[in-house]
């Protein structure tokens, strides 16, 4: 008899754990991820314009994803980061939203329900009209979570969400056309890496993205390295801070020159040269502090020696 | 007590085995479900030849489940960023959606926390904006917590200031990196907060101009109330939004 109450306290004590931990799933996390985060669109109307992409729940709990269709524009730091609009009157054809469309499996949807862990590949399509209006629309596709509403209980509840941002250029293209606004670096440097800032600006109608490189030369005139640009989306009639821009190389000495050699596009090709002096003040501290020492240490001996 | 001895030991070993399986919660691989089945297997990585249409042309990249470039009548696609070939996920997580602030009690603050984890692998920044859909708010009465104005009565959703005081009354966040240096500026003290901005505006408390993986901040929720709040379920809803730089 008192071993059956023991047996059964042990297992209403197995139980409440067991089910502590299904109830710590109300406190869920959400884990998404979407691939790729940006498309790049070149069209010509008329047009049916087909891609894919995937999005990608990590969580170890079901989550369904509403689907949100937002202009943006680069934002005023014009470091690449938007700044969600929220509406489409600025859009050479507003309606274009209405022509966007999520298929999965075929069928339209505007809300994806994925499974923990799971995967989804889902159909991306624009219809683009034979008088579809010409120019760039800059969009991003939103995928938020749905969060749970039945809490009873003073609390806030976050819902997560991912984005997809889409550039796309209704063509014919115009001529591309954009320039170096700025191409500069500290003029005296102590050591590597050194930061070169540049930032390229798009007078055009449409998105480009620039290739090119930063060559730089010692004092002779010879070849010390090479930056490759990134290249980085800047958008019609923007300007573009473009990133990864260092060089390398920790010992430095003498006058420099580095020149960037950009090309946009199919279009123009620009250079801009600049200079810059680097002498290694701590190197050379260092090694004077050591020449010190050692003079003075060889002085004492010769004196103890006399 | 010989007959039960046995039973009881089964039982034990039962639940024990259960529970271990219960815990062991991370399968990792490909899932794909519908009504009718699950599939899971450890990598999709089989593809052969390439699939055309009348209208349109896949490339693949090898082993993978996602394209980089479409192409057809009239258009070309470019999936991705040209300087990245491999596939990297913009992903973004939150380790707890449900913020339970319990019973509030007036003039004593409650706070919580979560994570908002994010990796950025192949674009070159990003932002994170929160909005709130409206003020803590009881659905039945519509009584409401405001925003905090903080001590000073000039904090907002853009500038920061000090919450300290027990008498000072509202809701407010603040952000604090755990790995990184991506919360935006205004946090720099552990007494800095800032109201939230109601939906459709919203504000950066996370951002960079790097690439990046598992970058991680803690979000601080805080919320007091006077005497005076009517009593009610108060709730409202945090919009978390990731996006990456173009």
Not at chain 2, 194 to 213: E, F, I, T, Y
Request: aromatic share 10%.
């Amino acid at each position: 008899m008192i071993n059956f109450k023991l047996f059964l306290g042990i297992l209403i004590l197995f139980l409440t754990f067991y089910l502590g931990i299904l109830s710590s799933a109300k406190a869920q996390n959400v884990d998404i991820g979407v691939y790729p985060p940006v498309m790049q669109v070149e069209t010509t109307p008329p047009a049916n314009v087909k891609s894919q992409f995937t999005l990608e729940n990590r969580g170890a709990a079901s989550v369904t994803l509403n689907i949100q269709i937002k202009p943006f524009r680069p934002a005023q730091s014009n470091d690449g980061q938007v700044e969600i609009l929220q509406t489409f009157q600025n859009f050479p054809d507003p309606l274009l939203a209405n022509r966007i469309q999520i298929k999965e499996v075929g069928i339209p949807i505007k809300s994806v329900a994925l499974a923990p862990k799971q995967k989804k590949t889902l159909d991306f399509q624009i219809t683009v009209p034979q008088n579809e209006a010409k120019g760039d629309y800059y969009f991003t596709v939103l995928f938020v979570s749905n969060p749970e509403t039945s809490i009873q209980s003073n609390s806030t509840l976050a819902s997560a969400g991912i984005a997809m941002n889409v550039l796309m250029s209704v063509g014919p293209k115009g001529k591309t056309e954009g320039f170096i606004s700025a191409f500069n670096s500290p003029f005296f440097v102590d050591k590597g890496p050194v930061h070169f800032n540049l930032q390229v600006s798009n007078t055009g109608e449409n998105f480009f993205a620039p290739n090119g490189t930063i060559e730089i030369e010692n004092a002779l005139g010879k070849k010390s390295g090479t930056v490759k640009i990134t290249p980085v989306n800047i958008l019609a009639e923007s300007q573009r801070v473009i990133p990864d821009t260092d060089f390398n190389k920790s010992f430095l000495l003498g006058p420099y020159k580095a020149t960037v050699n950009l090309q946009i596009g199919d279009g123009e090709s620009f250079s801009r040269s600049i200079y810059f002096f680097a002498f290694p003040a701590s190197y050379a501290i260092t090694i004077l502090i050591v020449i010190g020492v050692i003079t003075l240490i060889l002085l004492r001996v010769k004196r103890n020696i006399e | 007590m010989k007959n039960l001895k046995f039973p009881f030991i089964v039982v034990l070993i039962w639940l024990y085995t259960t529970l271990m399986l219960l815990s062991v919660s991370n399968v990792w691989g490909q899932t794909m479900s519908n009504d009718n089945y699950i599939l899971q297997m450890g990598n999709l990585n089989s593809i052969s030849g390439k699939p055309t249409g009348p209208d349109y042309k896949l490339s693949f990249t090898s082993g993978e489940t996602g394209q980089n470039l479409f192409s057809g009548p009239n258009y070309k696609v470019r999936a991705g960023f040209q300087y990245i070939k491999s596939i990297i996920t913009f992903r973004f997580s939150i380790n707890s959606t449900f913020i339970d602030f319990g019973i509030i009690s007036p003039t004593t603050p409650v706070t919580r926390t979560n994570l908002l984890t994010i990796s950025n692998g192949s674009a070159y920044g990003y932002q994170v904006t929160l909005s709130q859909n409206h003020n803590l708010r009881v659905d039945s009465s519509g009584a409401e917590i405001p925003p905090t104005t903080c001590d000073s009565g000039n904090c907002t959703s853009t500038t920061s200031d000090t919450w300290t005081s027990s008498l000072t009354y509202g809701f407010g966040y603040r952000c604090d990196n755990i790995s990184g240096t991506d919360c935006a500026s205004g946090f720099s003290d552990s007494s800095y907060y800032k109201s939230l901005a109601s939906s459709p505006s919203a504000v950066a408390v996370m951002s960079s101009a790097n690439v990046g993986r598992n970058r991680q901040s803690q979000i601080t929720y805080k919320v007091n109330i006077a005497g005076t709040q009517p009593a009610g379920l108060y709730r409202n809803v945090l919009n978390y939004i990731a996006i990456p730089t173009f």
